[in-house]
T-cell receptor, first 110, second 113 residues
């Protein structure tokens, strides 16, 4: 079955770009998502990409998909303190169920 | 409603008791999902409803867990004979269309003491 992996922590300086990486195993995954979870809050859908796309940009967010390597990344430009959160990568399996990574905690240094 | 609503937001119960957690999805969303999230982990799938029927309940950990969605909107997750290991945040999500992602509620934090 599908497996989604992410590194657990990323530390960046305020104003720099953050790049959060994710790998998945099921090459038939149709949709790939990035969710944000702030402390004590629910999961907020940030963006998603369809598997026939290489890139999607939405304001400060850029998603890159390398389908050959089954690698997804989320770039946050000009990282701010409000971006501190856990970022989850998720991929659909053959039944369109979401399979989740364990989340990457983004730490912003002043 | 405008978003997915979950009640209660917090529930503390004694070991062995029965609890019900409620989810009110976005109006018109046919798909409804229950997940469980423990500290430091991603969401763990429990059950998925398409309309009134449970399309996939393979994530329910054992027969103490049960969920219903009798009219195809509000869903209730029921846990019998709660154990301390059931302590987690229980998340509900709804979706109107495949691919558009799920909208999550804020969750119910269940603590079994």
């Amino acid at each position: 079955g599908e497996d989604v992996e992410q590194s657990l922590f990323l530390s960046v300086r305020e104003g720099d770009s953050s790049v959060i990486n994710c790998t998945y195993t099921d090459s038939s995954s149709t949709y790939l998502y990035w969710y944000k979870q702030e402390p004590g809050a629910g999961l907020q859908l940030l963006t998603y990409i369809f598997s026939n796309m290489d890139m999607k940009q939405d304001q400060r967010l850029t998603v890159l998909l390398n389908k050959k390597d089954k690698h997804l990344s989320l770039r946050i430009a000009d990282t701010q303190t409000g971006d501190s959160a856990i970022y989850f990568c998720a991929a659909t399996d053959s039944n369109y169920q979401l399979i989740w990574g364990a989340g990457t905690k983004l730490i912003i240094k002043p | 409603g405008a978003g997915v609503s979950q009640t209660p937001s917090n529930k503390v119960t004694e070991k062995g008791k029965y609890v019900e957690l409620r989810c009110d999805p976005i109006s018109g969303h046919t798909a409804l999902y229950w997940y469980r999230q423990s500290l430091g982990q991603g969401p763990e799938f429990l059950i998925y409803f398409q309309g009134t029927g449970a399309a996939d309940d393979s994530g329910l950990p054992n027969d103490r867990f049960f969920a219903v969605r009798p009219e195809g909107s509000v869903s209730t997750l029921k846990i019998q004979r709660t154990e301390r290991g059931d302590s987690a945040v229980y998340l509900c999500a709804s979706s109107g269309d495949r691919g558009n992602g799920y909208t999550f509620g804020s969750g119910t934090r269940l603590t079994v003491v």
